[in-house]
């Protein structure tokens, strides 16, 4: 996707339309007519993300360019040269946007939608998470506002006749921002983890995917073969058999596999004790958890941590990270 054909920007002087200054975490809802552009010659200090409700957008940044509709997420990334302006020939653009500085944890969710040039494209998010992330950017709105002093207002409703279209919050309180990044934190999820689902391996039978999902939605569970082939409609023979036949190995043995991954980014991304981290990874025994954790990570869990867990604070993505008047 090369970068040609926006429509005339809003410039102002040689930087173009301002971004808010780092640190902050600034964001607004916008429903704009054709003709509406925006142009950073030098980019954004802080990283920008668009979740578009309505119409068509287009955004461009460095070489890469998108155009955006209903239920997509773009996320710049700071410090490229980048542009948004209407779709040509489209009626309007109603978006929700945010500034702000990422958390390390979010570079793993988004790094499977990178489109290059610091550009994150997360499009086709089911359409059942859309309320839930429309509601969280209100949320975020709202408790960006917080002072501290008194309850949290509630967000509106999206049908509410008072629009936040125009209205923008800056979350200046240390409280507020951290409310406000963890419904931002909560959108990311939603529109990453269901927007671009893995494909099937081919001839895997659909109750041992499913039991596969069951496993990894919550390996910390007290699953059993007995358990497992039950919340698939096998019996137990049956169930052992046909996993071990099509994955290569004992329902048992994913189960400790899954147990041992979730744990592994449990002492990368928290500080959690490990006798916690044993017990929240559903090992009832700290020294089968120990031995077991050092057979496949060839380290005790404490020497793990110290070797791959994130100083800069909680991490899920299970890798190092990467560094990475207010308009959008």
Not at 291 to 303: D, I, N, S, T
């Amino acid at each position: 996707m090369r970068a040609d054909g926006l429509p005339g920007t809003a410039e102002h002087g040689n930087d173009g339309v301002p971004a808010p200054p780092p640190g902050l975490v600034v964001l607004g809802h916008f429903d704009q007519p054709p003709g509406y552009a925006v142009n950073r010659p030098r980019g954004s200090a802080s990283w920008l993300f668009t979740w578009t409700t309505g119409g068509r957008g287009r955004l461009r940044q460095g070489a890469v360019e998108t155009s955006v509709g209903a239920g997509d997420l773009v996320v710049l990334a700071p410090g490229v040269p980048h542009g948004y302006a209407v779709e040509p020939g489209a009626r309007h653009w109603r978006f929700w946007w945010a500034h702000c500085q990422a958390r390390p944890s979010w570079a793993g969710w988004l790094r499977p939608y990178d489109a290059g040039d610091g550009v994150y494209v997360v499009t086709a998010a089911p359409a059942g998470v859309h309320g839930r992330v429309e509601s969280a950017f209100r949320r975020m709105h709202t408790d960006a506002r917080w002072t501290g002093t008194e309850a949290p207002a509630a967000p509106a409703a999206p049908a509410a006749p008072a629009s936040p279209d125009g209205q923008v919050a800056v979350a200046h309180g240390s409280a507020a921002r951290e409310l406000a990044l963890c419904a931002l934190e909560e959108i990311v999820l939603l529109t990453t983890a269901g927007a671009r689902p893995a494909a099937p391996r081919p001839g895997l039978d659909a109750r041992i995917r499913r039991a596969e999902e069951l496993i990894a939605a919550d390996p910390g569970a007290p699953h059993t073969v007995r358990s497992l082939a039950g919340g698939v409609a096998l019996s137990t023979s049956r169930f052992a058999h046909l996993f071990s036949r099509q994955l290569g190995q004992s329902p048992m043995r994913a189960l400790r596999e899954a147990r041992l991954r979730h744990a592994a980014r449990l002492l990368e991304g928290t500080d959690l004790p490990v006798e916690r981290v044993a017990a929240a990874s559903g090992f009832a025994s700290p020294f089968h958890f120990n031995r077991v954790f050092r057979e496949r990570y060839g380290m005790p869990p404490g020497a793990y941590r110290t070797k791959y867990g994130d100083p800069s604070g909680p991490a899920v993505s299970g890798r190092r990270r990467e560094p990475g008047e207010y308009l959008p």
